[in-house]
């Protein structure tokens, strides 16, 4: 428990500063760092916790948004149901998906998680009643319900920290949990993980859907405040890379990990995109971080302050 | 009568490799499998245990049918089994590894029932000193212990054995045959496959022999040894041979 | 409207076959590593500008295959010891992160140098006509080449000592090793051969459309669905995989819009993982 306070006072913490002091830019900085540590969370529950390398994961975040937008636009809700169908429907996407795809594994896997973004973003892109490769925008008027657009924005950052702060804690109670346990084992052998007695179908599928719950109501919040949604941003396959990435930075199969790999992967990007000499570059320079990341540092900076401080190993989950 | 096998058959493409194989294990004995490399002793456990689903035949557990039930549902019902090659879940602890049977196993225990069942088991296997080290960190012998840990935490009726004394030197085997000797004495009815000769003919109550994928002998151990079609299927296999004669 | 038909089969088929060869080196990538090569896309790009400065150099395309293809064995060999080598035995996601590092570098690289405005290359070989059917030439010869580099791979993969040694490889790598092939060797060539025929396939492509760093992606994910219908691992599938998806590609236009292709690719995608993982075709290298 002492491991998850402290994640989620720091959380808090970071969540806060910029209601204090009112900074408009700090706020859309540490919006994308909740949503990067949010996402984050969540791909490691397929991918680190289960093992099933799920490189399609944004389609989860796309669908969210979609219908979310779809449906505050079309129908008027409010932005909170939303995102909760969102969510849901991400979810239920993932379990159906699942059912049929977690039979691969592996490369196999991967691909097929591929396969299913690419779909989706084909035929969103060619379906005119949701906006087709041009996308939606928001009426104006939207944003009115909620006394403007300023007060929708913030309405958004609120959301993202409440979703964040659930994210980590449910990855917290996931990994404590004899579910967690059944998961590990999966990753660690699958085989012997079904003759041990878990069942491995039902699990795999329940930890998909878990981890396509809260990308999809991120999705939901991250397009309502955008006020536009298009199929290229929405199932980009370079921000599920971006998601993989930051787990493996931080540490997969943890939960301290992405956090801290969602944060330090911000603080690189913000960095080499405002450097006037990597700006250019930083997308090659992001790929030498990554090989570096991959060949020495396989478990990312989690495994790494613990194989070097055994003595942190009880505080870092 | 526990567990009773009839006229199993199981191929692999054109291979036979159980062919027509029945027998029955009675509560609370050790019955032997033996027979040569490739006879088909570890796919008859996959059968049993539910990894492989026979072309013919059934498998009852506790007068229960449980052929072609998935293999979580046969650990739940009691059937716990160890990998020829050992399968440990390497990033996890030893411990974490045997809470795992613990918790899926036939008792189906919340997490800290199953820690405790976990530290009883390693103590009783003698491996609780390395309860917190990482699975994949253990020596083969050790990885050999974890199997069987894993396995008796889920508090199976059955337990199935596949070669857990091959590759240990002979003072660990001599450890291991007494942990097994403990097994039974606690009431779980044992089958065990088994290369080494001299321990299993000195360890079980019955034996059955299987060549080519058929069963080709059955009985008390000595009688079985001095059969003329075990030997036969043996002297094929010279390294075998060797192993017989050794002691 | 026979003749449009008639006109998509023969365009799809002579594309299919340079799909196909873009496949059969991501299909002998995995075939013989067990590695998803999610650079595959960044070398065809590599590929299709190498074409376009030789040709700039006012060097014939065509004839700079050869010179494409050693390029593509020396920059395979290269990645291969940089990015795969210390992680070949590693889980699936440290190949496929840094095969994908390595696009990211490319990628990144030539969005700096070239941007991302198209570039084509100005070729002109005339066109073959039957009829009221018009072929472009530069299909033909891309068709033509793409076979002809086929079928000098089948020969070097089972008429020539390492082409035996790099099937033996593929079939069970610690058997071979065991039989005294430097399996390292193994698979530093075979990774140079598949970015050879990505680089060299883009290279073929670049003669008949527009395209910019970015556009590998497209074929790269072709590719994909393309050793997926084949089996994956299975060259000579990849090649009928290639075929199929060419006369899809061209056929299913005159039908459907060309936006929904990519859609009907992938359903069929995950359709056959599904089916048969094993691909359509399935077999060994
Ligand atoms: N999954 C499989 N696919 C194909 N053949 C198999 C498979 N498992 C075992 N076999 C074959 O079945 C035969 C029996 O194998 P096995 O049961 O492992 O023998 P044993 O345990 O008695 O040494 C062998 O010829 C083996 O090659
Ligand atoms: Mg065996």
């Known amino acids: 428990m002492k491991s998850l306070s402290w994640l989620i006072g720091l959380l808090i913490v970071i969540g806060a500063i910029p209601m204090i002091t009112h900074d408009v830019t700090l706020r859309e900085t540490v919006f994308i760092i909740l949503m990067y540590i949010a996402l984050a969370e969540s791909l490691n529950i397929i991918l680190g916790y289960t093992g099933y390398v799920s490189f399609g994961h944004i389609v989860f975040y796309g669908i969210g948004g979609y219908v979310a937008f779809l449906m505050i636009q079309n129908y008027g809700l409010n932005i909170i149901p939303a995102m909760i169908l969102a969510g849901l429907f991400s979810a239920l996407v993932a379990y159906c998906l699942g059912l049929a795809i977690l039979r691969l594994r592996g490369a196999y896997f991967a691909i097929a998680t591929i396969g299913v973004n690419e779909a989706v973003k084909a035929l969103i892109t060619n379906l005119e009643q949701v906006g087709g490769a041009e996308g939606i925008y928001f009426n104006i008027k939207v944003y009115s319900a909620y006394g403007g657009a300023e007060h929708a924005i913030w309405l958004s950052y609120y959301l993202m920290l409440a979703v964040t702060i659930a994210v980590v804690i449910v990855s917290w109670f996931v990994k404590k949990s004899k579910f967690g346990l059944g998961l590990m084992a999966i990753r660690e052998d699958e085989d012997a993980a079904i003759t041990l007695g878990v069942n491995t179908s039902k699990y795999k599928t329940l930890a998909y859907a878990l981890s396509a719950l809260f990308p999809g109501m991120i999705g939901a919040i991250f397009f309502f405040k955008n006020g536009n949604i298009e199929p290229e941003s929405a199932f980009h396959l370079t921000k599920s890379i971006e998601m993989i990435f930051m787990v493996m930075l931080g540490g997969f199969g943890t939960v301290t990990g992405p956090m801290i790999g969602a944060i330090v992967y911000e603080r690189i990007r913000g960095f080499l995109i405002v450097s006037e000499m990597f700006k250019a570059l930083h997308i090659a320079i992001s790929g030498i971080i990554l090989l570096l990341i991959v060949l020495f540092m396989p478990r990312g900076i989690i495994g790494f302050v613990r194989d070097k401080i055994p003595a942190l190993r009880r505080f870092v989950e | 009568m526990i567990l009773k096998v009839e006229n199993i058959t199981k191929r692999f493409g054109g291979l036979v490799a159980v062919n027509n194989v029945s027998f029955e294990v009675n509560e609370k004995e050790i019955l ?216 | 409207m026979l003749d449009v038909w008639i006109d998509s089969i023969i365009s799809g088929i002579l594309l299919g076959l340079v799909y196909g060869l873009a496949a059969i080196g991501l299909s002998l990538i995995w075939g013989v590593m067990k590695v998803i090569n999610l650079s595959h896309g960044a070398f065809i790009a590599l590929g299709m500008f190498t074409a376009y400065f030789l040709f700039a150099f006012g060097l014939n395309p065509y004839l700079g295959v050869p010179i494409i293809f050693a390029l593509g ?124 025929l990505a680089m060299t396939a883009g290279a073929l492509i670049a003669t008949i459309f527009p395209f910019t760093i970015l556009s590998g992606g497209v074929y790269e994910l072709k590719s994909f669905v393309i050793c997926v219908l084949g089996g994956l691992g299975s060259p000579i599938g990849a090649l009928v995989g290639g075929l199929i998806l060419g006369i899809i590609e061209n056929v299913i236009t005159l039908q459907i819009p060309t ?3 990519p859609f009907i690719e992938f359903t069929i995608l995950v359709a056959v993982l599904l089916i048969k993982p094993s691909g359509l075709l399935g077999g060994e290298v």
């Not at chain 2, 990033?91 to 008792?107: D, H, P, S």
């Not at chain 2, 000195?202 to 079985?224: N, T």
């Open chain 2, 32 to 247: 032997g499998i033996i027979g040569p490399n490739g006879a088909g002793k570890t796919t008859l456990f996959n059968v049993i245990s539910g990894i492989y689903k026979p072309e013919k035949g059934k498998v009852i557990f506790d007068g229960k049918d449980i052929t072609g039930l998935p293999p979580f549902k046969i650990a739940r019902l009691g059937i716990a089994r160890t990998h020829q090659i050992v399968k440990p879940l390497n990033e996890l602890t030893v411990k974490e590894n045997v809470m795992v049977g613990a918790c899926f196993g036939r008792e189906y225990l919340d997490l800290d029932s199953a820690e405790k069942v976990a530290e009883d088991v390693l103590k009783f296997v003698g491996l609780y000193e390395k309860a917190d080290l990482l699975a994949g960190k253990l020596n083969v012998p050790e990885k050999k212990r974890l199997e069987l840990a894993r396995a008796l935490a889920s508090k199976p009726k059955l337990i199935l054995l596949d070669e857990v004394l091959a590759g240990l030197n002979p003072v660990e085997v001599m450890e291991m045959v007494e942990v097994i000797k403990k097994i039974r004495e606690s009431g779980v009815t044992i089958l065990m496959i088994e290369h080494l000769m001299h321990a299993i003919m000195q360890i079980s109550d019955r034996i059955i022999v299987l060549d080519y994928g058929q069963k080709i002998a059955e009985g008390k151990p000595e009688d079985v040894a001095n059969d003329p079609k075990v030997i036969e299927a043996y002297l094929g296999d010279p390294e075998l041979v060797l192993k017989l004669t050794k002691r």
């Open chain 3, 73 to 196: 064995i020396i920059l395979g060999i290269a990645v291969y010891f940089v990015a795969l080598h210390r992680i070949i035995d590693a889980p699936e996601l440290s190949t496929l992160l840094s095969t994908f590092s390595i696009s990211l570098f490319i990628i990144g690289l030539g969005t700096f140098v070239w941007t991302t405005i198209p570039y084509a290359i100005d070729i002109h070989v005339g066109s073959i006509s039957i009829g009221n059917i018009t072929i472009l030439g530069t299909k033909v010869i891309a068709g033509i080449v793409s076979i002809i580099l086929t079928i000098l791979l089948y020969i070097f993969l089972y008429r020539t000592k390492t082409g035996k040694a790099v099937r033996a490889v593929s079939m069970n790598r610690v058997a071979a090793e065991l039989m005294g092939i430097n399996t390292t060797r193994i698979l530093a060539l075979s990774f140079g051969i598949g970015i050879a």
């Open chain 3, 259 to 261: 936006g929904l292709v």
